[in-house]
């Protein structure tokens, strides 16, 4: 009885390891085909470079996680998801990097995403509309800016205020360290430094009710001092 029951289990392991052989060596497992979900934004040939070095590789043996971690690491792509689509296509969701301004140089836009990275408008498949950056320095060569807390704390609230309120400013101007949003058909809004940025969007919501409410014809509202908002009517 121990001797049959030897031979199913030397029977079982030799299955497997024949089983695992095959599947890491069988030709229709190779990965022949790459494809993409998710990318809009973002010319799609720069990230899909980056995952052609699987093709031709097992589509069973490769590591989910080393895959993913390597593409996270794109400055195009938020995050990335790889999926096996047996017997031989490889498909990765992706969620790309968000953009969030534009600024002008040499009469081309560029683009710049929530973490700083800067993108050629070549790079993306469409014009995009975002606000505008004026007065701002940014370097030449320059690929990451790395923003201080002040300002990821005004982009934080920024991206609030016009997720909420649909009011996307035309142009943000820097002029000495203080910050104006300006618009097309509305008034200026001014910022002043960027400090108390939080107290400062929810100040502008009142004032905004108020505005409304009362049909005021504004020139432009100074929240800088937060506190002690200013607004300014038209003659």
């Known amino acids: 009885m ?7 289990v030397i029977l079982i392991v030799l299955i497997f390891v024949s089983a695992s052989i095959y599947a890491y060596f069988a030709p229709e497992l190779k990965i ?9 934004t973002f010319d799609e040939n720069l990230i899909i ?5 699987y093709i031709g590789k ?9 895959i993913e971690q390597k593409l996270n ?3 195009y792509i938020s995050n990335a998801d790889f999926k096996r689509k047996l017997p031989n296509t490889a498909l990765f969701n992706i969620n790309e990097s968000e953009l969030f ?3 002008i140089k040499d009469q081309k836009y560029y ?4 973490k700083g990275y800067i993108y050629p408008s070549s790079e993306l498949q469409r014009k995009i509309i975002l606000p505008v950056l004026k007065g701002f320095e940014i370097e030449d ?3 990451r800016i790395r923003f201080n807390s002040d300002m990821k704390e005004f982009i934080h609230n920024l991206d609030q205020y016009i997720t909420l309120k649909s009011d996307v400013p035309k142009e943000i101007l820097f002029n000495n360290q203080n910050v104006t949003l300006r618009y097309d058909d509305k008034y200026d809004i001014i910022l002043g430094e960027l400090e108390n940025t939080s107290e400062k969007f929810r100040v502008l919501d009142n004032i905004n009710e108020q505005i409304e409410q009362e049909e005021y014809e504004v020139k432009y509202v100074d929240i800088s001092i937060y506190n002690k908002p200013v607004l300014k009517l038209k003659q």
Not at 2 to 7: E, R, T, V
Not at 49 to 53: K, T
Request: hydrophobic content about 35%; aromatic content about 12%.
């Open 2 to 8: 121990k001797n049959k029951l030897g031979i199913v």
């Open 141 to 143: 060569n320059t690929e």
């Open 49 to 53: 470079s980056f995952a052609e070095e």
């Open 58 to 66: 097992n589509i069973i043996y490769l590591k989910s996680e080393k």
């Open 111 to 114: 683009y710049i995403d929530k």
């Open 32 to 40: 022949k085909t790459i494809k993409l979900k998710g990318v809009n």
């Open 73 to 75: 690491n794109l400055k």
């Open 101 to 103: 301004f534009r600024f």
